[in-house]
């Protein structure tokens, strides 16, 4: 038996959503003010790719700018690897703006019952708006979400654009969000979420609190919605970069070394370009321990990456 969504039970929550749920609010009449000036979405290099499926929709993969936004993007992932991001679902989408998850998810109690709770929040990050190029809010980005008046404050908040929102780039309190990635793959399915659209496939509902903007499966009505029909989320790792430490050798070659991950193929990387483009000059298995490799070339300058899939 499919379990009710009812007000009553979203509202048993909200004491503690209140106080753990950013949202990203629309600019009122005369718009969201100036924006900085914003550089485009790098086409390289390549980052950390995640596949983020949505149900009833389909899945998104997204590429992270790791190298620009490094904080913001060891956030996100951290997230995902610790479990944070357990069973939480897309709860906001507002048409032509932005759709918004990673506050809220499902808790299943060993009775059976379901009940919406805030995703735990982990330390807040440093704001990385201005940390390398400013990347500019736009179609298909995806951008960490933190509470008005404190842009120090993201924690587990995101949200990707449904349209070009280049004003959430000013770098002021209420706004400076700062873009950690974008949609490489399915970009067409973010017009299924986008409400009020010909292409949406959603029905919005409110249902009070920070459930008044909520998409769920079309047909599903607040009289009748069940928790099956929200869009939960679920996040597959396909490739991450990792950090490589360098050491210089007497001979001029190189000794790198990395964190290894167990289960995947590792692979170091070079290139004679931050931008690329990357050539493997290694690949293993990754133990879990530190690995080191040697890189016997001299003379030239050379960019380390280190990946696993």
Known sequence: MKTRLLPLIAALVWAQVQFASAQVNPPGDGGGGGGTPSGPIPTAPRGSQIDLVIQHIGTLRLELFDQDKPVTTRNFINYIFNGGYSNSFIHRSLTNFVVQGGSLQLITFSGGSQAIAPVPEEAAVTNELTVSRVLSNLRGTIALAHYDGETNN???????????????????????YTVFGRVVSGLELLDKMNPGTNASTVTMLDMGGYLTELPV?????????????????????????????????????????????????????????????WQTLHTTNGNGATQTVNDAATGAQRFYRATYH
């Not at 993201?154 to 400076?176: E, Q, R, S």
């Not at 490739?239 to 692979?267: C, H, K």
């Open 154 to 176: 993201g924690t587990c908040h995101w949200f990707i654009n449904l349209a070009d929102n280049a004003w959430l780039d000013a770098a002021d309190t209420n706004h400076a």
């Open 217 to 277: 499966r079309q047909g599903a009505t607040a009289a009748n919605v069940t928790y099956n029909d929200l869009l939960t989320t679920t996040y597959r790792i396909v490739q991450l970069e990792m950090g490589v430490r360098i050491a210089p050798q007497p001979d001029g070659s190189r000794n790198l070394s990395w964190q290894s991950v167990s289960n995947f193929v590792n692979t170091v990387e070079y290139a004679t370009s931050i931008l690329g483009p």
